[in-house]
């Protein structure tokens, strides 16, 4: 018996996620419909983009390129749209079946809440989802009873291993981590690095933001708080190793000691594939990996004191209530000072710190708490940033 056609929204459908997850689309016709299209401002793209899949709806992020992508797909039966309001409605539009949330940062938590609220289920490629609401967003999934599948590398591997191990408890998930363009460097070597070394991340292709959250180890400390939700963890289940060769993607330890691992090339349109073809494992021509060709597998153990980061993301996830919210914000402001060459690597750690201290903490915040943190928060950010 065939498998039915599943529809899908792809909600940051230029960046380097969304056009991987194109990849597998295309690669498996007949198993996937593109329902739904957005960009933020790369509309050249999602042009491209909505003339060969022609979906029913696109979305563009930037209101001033409007213009542009309607009269481009004036010939054919797509609608479109622009703003986050636009965005936030098409997610939970009913004529989709999943939606992948592929947007940068915090922008991609209303159109998520928008999509579970609706009933959809979410293939999520924005981790900062759950590391600004993770209670919140865990919560409406279970109200609405939707599935939640992770697309980031690391939990799509934790998410493989626990298939099967329903009544095992976690003893604890082992995050691995590639440790960055800057692992075994010092805060003195650090202090002088350029945003062109930090963007040139060793194994993975990403986009600007994730790859300078990676040479930082941030993107590690979001996954930490993300994993936390998404498996029901306690703080102290999670650990951090780095493994500099990017073939383990995570392990799940359980109570009688035993260890699971998933392994693979480090190239996402797996874990994409996985996450939009759950529960089936689709056949695809990815690259296969060979012991042969990777002898030494190493592990140790991350610079903690180096990589500030890290530990910062960890206190945030003990201190619950709106501390992840800020600290997300607070380094959202932080890369693109960094990229605009207006601070420094090492200062990105500092501002993030600075704000975790500075902005007012909510125990039990609601969705608009949320909103009112990340916004107080920017405030604080460019505040100091524009001292330095």
């Known amino acids: 018996m065939s498998s039915p056609l599943k529809r899908v929204t792809l909600l940051g459908s230029t960046g380097s996620i969304g056009t991987q997850a194109l990849d597998v689309i295309r690669a498996n016709p007949g198993r996937f419909q593109v329902t739904a299209l957005s960009a933020h401002s790369n509309a050249e793209l999602l042009i491209q983009q909505a003339r060969e899949f022609r979906p029913a709806v696109v979305v563009i992020g930037d209101e001033a390129k409007y213009e542009t992508?309607?009269?481009?797909?004036?010939?054919?039966?797509?609608?479109?749209?622009?703003?986050?309001?636009?965005?936030?409605?098409?997610?939970?539009?009913?004529?989709?079946?999943?939606?992948?949330?592929?947007?940068?940062?915090?922008?991609?938590?209303?159109?998520?809440?928008?999509?579970?609220?609706?009933?959809?289920?979410?293939?999520?490629?924005?981790?900062?989802?759950?590391?600004?609401?993770?209670?919140?967003?865990?919560?409406?999934?279970?109200?609405?009873?939707?599935?939640?599948?992770?697309?980031?590398?690391?939990?799509?591997?934790?998410?493989?291993?626990?298939v099967g191990e329903e009544r095992n408890p976690i003893e604890k998930i082992i995050l691995t981590a590639s440790g960055g363009p800057f692992r075994g460097r010092t805060a003195e070597q650090l202090a002088s690095v350029t945003k062109a070394q930090a963007l040139k991340h060793p194994n993975w292709d990403m986009g600007a933001k994730i790859?300078?959250?990676?040479?930082?180890?941030?993107?590690?400390?979001?996954?930490?708080?993300?994993?936390?939700?998404?498996?029901?963890?306690?703080?102290?289940?999670?650990?951090?190793?780095?493994?500099?060769?990017?073939?383990?993607?995570?392990?799940?330890?359980?109570?009688?000691?035993?260890?699971?691992?998933?392994?693979?090339?480090?190239?996402?349109?797996?874990?994409?594939?996985?996450?939009?073809?759950?529960?089936?494992?689709?056949?695809?021509?990815?690259?296969?990996?060979?012991?042969?060709?990777?002898?030494?597998?190493?592990?140790?153990q991350p610079d903690r004191a180096t990589f500030r980061n890290l530990p910062l993301a960890f206190e945030a996830m003990r201190q619950g209530g709106n501390a992840p919210c800020v600290l997300n914000a607070a380094n959202e402001i932080a890369v693109a000072a960094f990229l605009r060459d207006e601070i420094g690597f090492l200062e990105m750690p500092s501002l993030v710190e600075s704000c975790l201290t500075k902005v007012s903490y909510l125990a039990e915040p609601s969705l608009d708490d949320y909103v009112q943190t990340d916004q107080e928060t920017r405030r604080v950010a460019h505040e100091l940033v524009g001292r330095r």
């Not at 609401?133 to 599948?149: C, D, F, P």
């Not at 996985?274 to 012991?291: H, I």
Request: glycine share 8%; charged share 20%; aromatic share 8%.
């Open 69 to 162: 992508v309607k009269t481009a797909l004036a010939g054919q039966a797509t609608e479109v749209l622009a703003g986050i309001a636009a965005l936030t409605e098409v997610a939970g539009r009913p004529d989709t079946d999943i939606v992948l949330t592929a947007m940068v940062g915090y922008s991609g938590l209303l159109p998520t809440v928008a999509a579970i609220r609706a009933g959809k289920d979410i293939a999520l490629a924005n981790k900062e989802t759950l590391v600004v609401a993770g209670q919140l967003i865990t919560r409406l999934v279970k109200e609405h009873g939707v599935g939640l599948y992770p697309v980031d590398s690391e939990h799509s591997a934790i998410f493989q291993c626990l």
């Open 211 to 300: 790859t300078i959250d990676s040479a930082s180890l941030m993107n590690k400390g979001l996954e930490v708080i993300e994993a936390k939700w998404l498996f029901g963890l306690n703080d102290d289940q999670i650990d951090v190793v780095v493994h500099p060769q990017s073939i383990i993607h995570s392990l799940v330890q359980f109570q009688d000691g035993s260890l699971k691992a998933q392994l693979g090339l480090p190239d996402m349109k797996l874990p994409i594939q996985y996450a939009l073809g759950y529960p089936e494992r689709l056949p695809s021509d990815f690259p296969r990996f060979s012991f042969l060709d990777y002898p030494n597998l190493t592990f140790e």
